[in-house]
């Protein structure tokens, strides 16, 4: 059950990485620093959540933290937060990115260790 949930989470992942990828182009973002910053944080989001979808690890799931929280305060550090679409496609994006990962890595840390036979 809790592999079928990560593997879900980290889906939604990689569908929140296309959606910031593509979002410079759908929502029209100036050219600069916000459409790199979607691109290149989009595409590392990406490049995690296949990673964790064909070996998972659990320090995808802490660079996927850190890459969240990075896309969601993004608009505020490289001031494109007077760019509506751009800053809030930046800080929905980044907080369930943040939220996803966090909810994996609470998932994994509550699962109890596996059971060894005595040898």
Same mark, same amino acid.
């Given at each position: 059950?809790?592999?079928? %949930?990560? &593997?879900?989470?980290?889906?939604? %992942?990689?569908?929140?990485?296309?959606?910031?990828? *593509? !979002?410079?182009?759908?929502?029209?973002?100036?050219?600069?620093?916000? !459409?790199? %910053?979607?691109?290149?944080?989009?595409? *590392?989001?990406?490049?995690?959540?296949?990673?964790?979808?064909?070996?998972?690890?659990? /320090?995808?799931? /802490?660079?996927?933290?850190?890459?969240?929280?990075?896309?969601?305060? !993004?608009?505020?550090?490289?001031?494109?937060? !007077?760019? *509506?679409?751009?800053? /809030? &496609?930046?800080?929905?994006?980044?907080?369930?990115?943040?939220?996803? *990962?966090?909810?994996?890595? /609470?998932?994994?840390?509550?699962?109890?260790?596996?059971?060894?036979?005595?040898?």
């Amino acid at each position: 059950m809790l592999k079928r %949930n990560l &593997t879900l989470i980290d889906g939604i %992942n990689l569908i929140l990485a296309i959606v910031l990828v *593509a !979002s410079p182009w759908v929502l029209s973002f100036p050219a600069g620093t916000v !459409s790199l %910053n979607a691109m290149i944080a989009g595409s *590392a989001i990406g490049v995690v959540a296949v990673g964790a979808l064909v070996a998972f690890t659990q /320090w995808e799931e /802490w660079v996927n933290l850190t890459l969240g929280i990075w896309v969601l305060a !993004s608009p505020f550090v490289l001031g494109f937060s !007077s760019i *509506a679409n751009a800053m /809030w &496609t930046h800080v929905l994006v980044g907080l369930a990115v943040a939220v996803l *990962a966090a909810v994996e890595l /609470w998932m994994i840390t509550r699962e109890p260790p596996a059971r060894t036979a005595p040898g």
